[in-house]
């Protein structure tokens, strides 16, 4: 196994980042940066898992000091073990564009990806610098993109992708196209290697409903900057619950919580 083994680590958190751990208009962590301390003084794992690609994640990684556990990268098209910046990856992303392009006109042209654009777009899009978009056109895996059609249209379109072998899942922002696997994948493969006693799950969009589900304890991370989840079998029992507060604030809030809950200290 390439991670860095762990066995029987007491909590590993499962984390989403635009709109959870890093603020929504930002993109800075500060205010969960007390929660993060103390997960690191009780050698909790911190495994990020997003849509951005490879040198976004290594990055942030590498700025919130957890190099040493692995990342999931392009909603969970691939895995970024500890300690590495690449992984192979292939021509996923290639068959995925060629996909795309062989879907009917009228719906293509309603869909406009990260590699329909040019960089100086995906910043205006995503409100990243220059620098940071360009790092987010390196995919390896999956391609992210602005959906511009109805609901019905939008249905035909991932139907027809489907039957090509690409699914589509729905983030915060964008409409993210790959050839299969979702963060919940990977979270299983991670808790299958590391054996922790717990796990939490944090996130903000549809594409982390499996995540949070799937954790013994899931978090749903207000965010005023879209719609809210719908209500989740797991609240009825207390193990999902919800955050009054938006992304890293209430994230911290949260994560607290449910230290002090687990005992954990």
């Known amino acids: 196994?390439?991670?860095s083994m762990k066995s029987n680590t007491q909590l590993i958190v499962f984390t989403d980042l635009d709109g959870t751990l890093i603020d929504h208009e930002t993109y800075s962590w500060n205010e969960a940066q007390p929660a993060l301390t103390v997960l690191h003084q009780i050698s909790a794992g911190v495994v990020l898992a997003s849509s951005k690609t490879?040198?976004?994640i290594s990055t942030l990684r590498t700025s919130l000091g957890l190099d040493h556990w692995p990342a999931i990268v392009e909603n969970g098209a691939?895995?970024?073990p500890p300690n590495e910046t690449i992984i192979p990856a292939g021509?996923?992303?290639e068959a995925v564009r060629e996909a795309l392009n062989r879907a009917p006109e009228d719906l293509r042209?309603?869909?406009r990806g990260f590699g329909d654009v040019s960089t100086a777009q995906v910043a205006e899009i995503t409100g990243?610098?220059?620098e940071d978009a360009a790092l987010a056109q390196q995919r390896a895996f999956s391609e992210p993109g602005q959906w511009l059609g109805t609901d019905v249209q939008k249905v035909a379109f991932v139907d027809h992708l489907k039957r090509d072998g690409v699914i589509a899942q729905q983030?915060?922002?964008f409409l993210t196209l790959s050839l299969g696997g979702n963060k919940v994948d990977q979270m299983r493969a991670i808790i299958d290697a590391y054996k922790p006693q717990h796990t939490i799950a944090l996130g903000d969009a549809p594409n982390d409903i499996q995540m949070l589900e799937n954790a013994d304890y899931g978090v749903v991370?207000?965010?005023p900057n879209r719609a809210p989840l719908p209500h989740l079998t797991g609240e009825k029992t207390g193990q999902i619950i919800r955050t009054a507060s938006a992304g890293p604030t209430g994230w911290a809030e949260a994560v607290l919580t449910l230290l002090n809950k687990l005992e954990l200290h």
């Open 1 to 3: 196994m390439f991670y």
């Open 54 to 56: 490879t040198p976004e």
């Open 78 to 80: 691939g895995i970024l």
């Open 91 to 93: 021509d996923h992303y």
């Open 109 to 111: 042209d309603l869909f």
């Open 128 to 130: 990243l610098s220059l």
């Open 171 to 173: 983030g915060g922002r």
């Open 221 to 223: 991370v207000a965010n």
